[in-house]
């Protein structure tokens, strides 16, 4: 079967969007990129809050049902995408550690898809994490380690000793 989902996972300012891009790049296909920034970027203002998903001063991360019934359906129509002919590249962070992937697995069942875990040293991505000045400080650090508990990657990279474009050129040798 040929690759037609990579699902990027890694903790904030892991390095999973530069990535995505540079797998944009080395792949000879088209690839389409979404993330869960895309989701949240799609929602309402509304639910950019207590009613949706909220960002606490500290880094962690506060999800309603509201949130989480939008972001199953969200997996499902990526699938979708993918089901009608489209390669799809997914930046997502577990939070829900394996029963995130677990959720991921439902919605991309008959796929072929590359799992792949996206680490980088908590130090390093808190220090990307300040330097972006576009995140709450203390996710990073929070992530890093946490949303790789129990999920199982069929390849994993490191953004701390590897740049993005070596990482990309490590995951597409394993995209058939």
């Given amino acids: 079967m040929t690759t037609q989902v990579i699902l990027l996972n890694g903790g904030s300012s892991s390095g999973k969007s530069s990535i995505a891009r540079c797998l944009q790049a080395v792949l000879p296909q088209p690839w389409l990129t979404f993330g869960v920034d895309s989701l949240i970027e799609a929602m309402p203002s509304s639910m950019k809050s207590s009613d949706g998903i909220d960002f606490a001063d500290d880094g962690q991360v506060h ?3 509201a949130f989480r019934r939008l972001d199953v359906t969200w997996g499902i129509g990526l699938a979708a995408m993918a089901h009608a002919g489209a390669r799809i590249i997914i930046d ?3 939070l ?10 439902s919605a991309l069942d008959g796929l072929d898809v590359l799992w792949v875990g996206v680490r980088c040293d908590s130090g390093v991505a808190e220090r990307r994490e300040m330097t972006r000045g576009n995140r709450v400080i203390g996710m990073a650090r929070a992530q890093a380690d946490l ?6 990657y069929d390849v994993e990279v490191d953004t701390a000793t590897s740049d993005s474009t070596e990482c990309a050129r490590i995951i597409a040798h394993h995209v058939s």
Avoid: L, N
Wanted: glycine share 10%.
């Fill in 96 to 105: 829900g550690q394996a029963a995130s992937q677990d959720r991921w697995r």
């Fill in 63 to 65: 999800t309603t049902d």
């Fill in 92 to 94: 997502e962070v577990f």
């Fill in 147 to 152: 949303v790789h508990h129990g999920v199982s």
